[in-house]
């Protein structure tokens, strides 16, 4: 059921009767005012109850979202800027997935449950602040998947703290390719903590305002490669959060995987932790020369 920029999905098979008034559409007693359809199609595909997709191209981004998750959000798409504001679902987690292109686009959710950010081939520079801002502080998954190529990149002279920004702590996966350039401030940037797994793949930061990786709480990395040059700050900075408390609070913890660091900025650190710093394992190679 196409509304504008954002398509309700419906399985048929849970569809039940589709009641028709003069004024509405009602399926799964939910009312679609007639006035704001624009057209009603038909495919063989089934539909993920939980999963949102984002479709990205050129200045338009189109949403198709499940009727399942439709009460639960609030979803405003203006040409190819998406927001999507959930409220907590009953014990289930929403899974975005994102893909296609836009040279002016962005993406921002906000919410109160955990949830996975799915990036699929995704091209997508913002010319008016962060190209993904989570505002969710819950557990975001960030799956990166095997064979996907991503880039993110920020306006210059903006408001945004980072391209690339996660309210939460963060958990990325997949063995895909992440390109990032921060062009107003970090590149990549969580108030929480953030851990890469051993599954993950490829970051590459090839620019950055200020610190290309901006961590809270404390950063653990698993697996993957990090590639990071064009940075007037740190490469990766690990803060203490306000909680002093907090777990691993403003530890850098390195487990394996391989970080490349390439750095002319004055004053910068290659790591830098506000607390504990623990290696066992991986490759890691810094030339700092400013």
Do not use: W
């Amino acid at each position: 059921i196409h509304q504008g920029n954002v398509a309700t999905m419906v399985n048929a098979e849970y569809t039940g009767d589709m009641i028709y008034s003069t004024t509405a559409l009602t399926v799964r007693n939910l009312k679609f005012p007639l006035s704001t359809i624009d057209s009603i199609s038909f495919s063989d595909s089934n539909v993920r109850t939980d999963s949102i997709i984002v479709k990205y191209s050129g200045t338009t981004a189109k949403v198709f979202v499940p009727i399942e998750v439709l009460p639960y959000l609030t979803i405003t798409a203006t040409d190819a800027h998406v927001s999507i504001v959930s409220t907590q679902l009953e014990g289930s987690e929403i899974k975005y997935g994102l893909t296609g292109t836009s040279s002016d686009g962005s993406f921002y959710q906000e919410g109160s449950y955990k949830c996975t950010l799915y990036l699929n081939n995704l091209d997508l520079t913002n010319t008016k602040g962060a190209a993904i801002n989570i505002e969710n502080g819950k557990r975001i998954e960030v799956d990166v998947p095997t064979g996907t190529t991503n880039s993110l990149t920020d306006c210059a002279g903006g408001t945004q703290s980072a391209c690339f920004h996660i309210k939460g702590h963060a958990e990325f996966k997949g063995s895909g390719v992440l390109n990032i350039v921060g062009k107003t401030g970090h590149a990549y940037k969580s108030k929480e903590y953030t851990e890469f797994k051993s599954s993950f793949g490829t970051l590459n930061i090839t620019g950055a305002a200020n610190d290309a990786i901006h961590i809270s709480q404390y950063f653990k990395m698993n697996g993957g490669t990090v590639n990071i040059s064009g940075a007037a700050g740190d490469g990766i900075q690990v803060d203490t959060t306000s909680n002093k408390t907090d777990e691993l609070n403003g530890q850098m913890i390195l487990n394996g995987g391989s970080v490349t660091i390439v750095s002319t900025g004055n004053g910068a650190g290659g790591l830098k932790a506000d607390s504990l710093f623990t290696c066992t394992g991986g490759t890691y190679n810094i030339t700092m020369s400013g």
